[in-house]
Antibody, heavy 116, light 110 residues
Framework: QVQLVQSGPEVKLPGASVKVSCKAS????????MNWVRQVPGQGLEWMGW????????RFAQRFQDTVTMTADTSTSTAYMEMRRLTFDDTAVYYC?????????WGQGTLVTVSS | NFMLTQPHSVSESPGKTVTISCTRS????????IQWFQQRPGRSPATVIY?????PSGVPNRFSGSIDRSSNSASLTISGLRTEDEADYYC?????????FGGGTKLTVL
């Protein structure tokens, strides 16, 4: 079955960077794009961007264009989301989500806490 | 880009039917598919409806999706409500090279 397994929780200082991984299994990794979605505690879902593991093409929500990089390693079927210059407002659960159209399997989420 | 507007909360009794709306602010609701995600407390979201009205395998047929061109909105209907349906529900559609989420609706089954 399709599985997306994300890396564990992170605690970072303001101004630092974080890199979250999402290992895919149960399907052809290069056949589907991968989205990243975040959820600030107690709030709704926010789309961050998308990457095509096949071509490396990316799309970003405007607010993340300057601080987020998305990559994909086809040899290990793993997608990555790196966020730079973290602020307290970036404390959230980050999810990887397969595919532009549904059904869309979700990873289990990675809590990133920005704290001094 | 457009916005998707959902009611903040709805509540209904077990065994009853509830409908959650999702209204698109501009452009036609039929321009892009609508997905619905269920998020139970402390869990990741999961797809319950995709491509407007299709159910993933494993989702009971108590869940259905529909589109209403006249109100430019989509709806998620859950019949035979169970306590396990209590969750947040989000609609989602695709804009110009982006995903757009509704603000989410908290369903209480009491």
């Amino acid at each position: 079955q399709v599985q997306l397994v994300q890396s564990g929780p992170e605690v970072k200082l303001p101004g630092a960077s974080v890199k979250v991984s999402c290992k895919a299994s149960g399907y052809s990794f290069t056949s589907y794009g991968m989205n990243w979605v975040r959820q600030v505690p107690g709030q709704g879902l926010e789309w961050m961007g998308w990457i095509s593991p096949n071509t490396g093409d990316t799309r970003f929500a405007q607010r993340f264009q300057d601080t987020v990089t998305m990559t994909a390693d086809t040899s290990t079927s793993t997608a990555y989301m790196e966020m730079r210059r973290l602020t307290f407002d970036d404390t959230a659960v980050y999810y990887c989500v397969r595919g532009w159209l549904g059904p869309n399997p979700w990873g289990q989420g990675t809590l990133v806490t920005v704290s001094s | 880009n457009f916005m998707l507007t959902q009611p903040h909360s709805v509540s209904e009794s077990p065994g009853k039917t509830v409908t959650i709306s999702c209204t698109r602010s501009s452009g036609s609701i039929v321009s892009n598919y609508i997905q619905w995600f269920q998020q139970r407390p402390g869990r990741s979201p999961a797809t319950v409806i995709y491509e407007d009205n299709r159910r993933p395998s494993g989702v009971p047929n108590r869940f259905s999706g529909s589109i209403d061109r006249s109100s430019n909105s989509a709806s998620l209907t859950i019949s035979g409500l169970r306590t396990e349906d209590e969750a947040d529900y989000y609609c989602q559609s695709s804009g110009s090279n982006s995903w757009v989420f509704g603000g989410g609706t908290k369903l209480t089954v009491l």
